[in-house]
């Protein structure tokens, strides 16, 4: 079984090193690793290119967001099962192969995230994810601690998985698509992904033995009005165009609102709805 990784960057020549050290060290290690340049101007495509020629580089003419850049990975890569790495990540040794044999034992496996652990390697950020009715989304297990050398436990189903680091069966892209490049610039389209795969019949699994450290949100800085404005757009876009419907959405919304009263989302979700309001009135999200 084949492996492909990809790697999509903006401005990270400061980070790119430390997936590309880490995956030097992968046992097994991937049969390709493909960097997608997203349009950079700190000198990343260059760093690339003279560091670690053994990699594939591929430069974008502009920012095609998460979804563009790493669909373009996809198509010039050969692997049976892709991954999808952040480059603000470092993968464990033998991440790579707890995912193998995930997709190995169980064949309509799909999807397959991984436990990522914050910088301090012992706190969870992400173990996979829910999604509620208005369309935010959880992580699994966030904060709690692993002690070292804890067995994590088997492979679970999960709503979705974080595309941080994402495996994906090809059969899965040669059966419901790549990932949707409407959720521009980043955040959902991992969501979106998982579900069409859901609903096509393929299992999403997190396999928690298979370990990733994440330097989080290095691209967009975490919880800033930035980030929000992005999430929200985009989470309403996944509510409108993945259930269609409007009063439910609303209805959740609302309760969330009533319960949290969660005011430095206000801004950014009065941004979201402006955007829905205008959306509608030209016949829904594209």
Excluded at 200 to 222: D, F, L, M, N, Y
């Amino acid at each position: 079984m084949k492996t492909s990784v990809i790697i999509v960057c903006l401005n990270g020549r400061d980070r790119i090193a430390m997936p590309l050290d880490a995956l030097k060290k992968s046992d097994p290690a991937p049969d390709e690793v493909i960097v997608v340049d997203n349009g950079s101007s700190d000198g990343t495509a260059e760093y690339v290119r003279d560091s670690h020629p053994d990699v594939q580089l591929v430069c974008a003419p502009r920012n095609l967001g998460f979804a563009g850049g790493n669909n373009i990975g996809i198509e010039r890569s050969k692997g049976d099962v892709v991954v999808l790495l952040n480059d603000d990540t470092e993968p464990r040794v033998d991440w790579l192969a707890e995912l193998l044999e995930e997709f190995r034992n169980s064949p309509k496996t799909g999807v397959a995230g991984c436990l990522l652990l914050y910088p301090d390697k012992k706190t969870i950020q992400h173990c996979g994810g829910i999604i509620e009715r208005n369309g935010l989304t959880q992580h699994i297990a966030w904060g709690k601690k692993i002690r070292p050398n804890q067995d994590p436990g088997p492979a679970r189903d999960v709503p979705y998985a974080t595309g941080a680091a994402l495996a994906i069966r090809r059969a899965v892209i040669h059966e419901i698509g790549p990932l949707d490049p409407g959720y521009w610039p980043i955040y959902f389209e991992e969501v979106d992904f998982c579900v069409r795969a859901r609903r096509a019949g393929w299992k999403v699994r997190v396999v928690p033995r298979s370990i990733v450290i994440h330097h989080e949100s290095q691209t967009t800085v975490a919880w800033s009005s930035g980030f929000l404005a992005k999430y929200h757009r985009n989470r309403w876009r996944f509510l409108l165009r993945t259930y269609g419907g409007f009063r439910r959405a609303a209805h959740a919304e609302w309760t969330w609102w009533k319960q949290y009263r969660a005011w430095p989302h206000l801004v950014p979700c009065l941004k979201a709805y402006g955007w829905v309001a205008v959306s509608m009135l030209k016949g829904g999200p594209r």
